[in-house]
């Protein structure tokens, strides 16, 4: 058997394919094939729609996004110096009560006798 050439082949090929699509014609129904393309169309026409909302959707995400991002930095931010200050607050805090303790520890006393420690959260520790 001859080697055939490559355009020979090709051309093999699509007289097959030709025959095989006009036998596949043959055997559908018109009705059929329209209803099929109908129901493509309408199926199109819904995932162009869907694919727009959600690009619209995506946009507006992007944007609120970008916008709670700073206000969540913004609020991060200012928590952390919050709580430096509330770590210098109590330090100082310690450091007046060590001083009055060891200054007037007669006074003191009587002071923790008058008013218990109610917290258990060992905040000033």
Known sequence: MPQQTEQEEKSINEVCAEHTIKRMKGMMNEVDLSKIVQNQNSIHEILEYNTTSLTSFNDFSHIKYE???????????????????????????????????????????????????????????
Not at 93 to 119: C, G, I, M, W
């Open 67 to 125: 916008e709670f991002s700073k206000k969540l930095d913004s609020h991060s931010k200012c928590i952390k110096e919050m709580k430096v200050d509330l770590e210098y607050i109590f330090k100082k805090l310690r450091l007046l009560k060590t001083k009055v303790s060891t200054q007037y520890p007669d006074a003191y006393a009587e002071v923790e006798k008058r008013f218990p420690k109610h917290n258990n959260n060992n905040v000033d520790e």
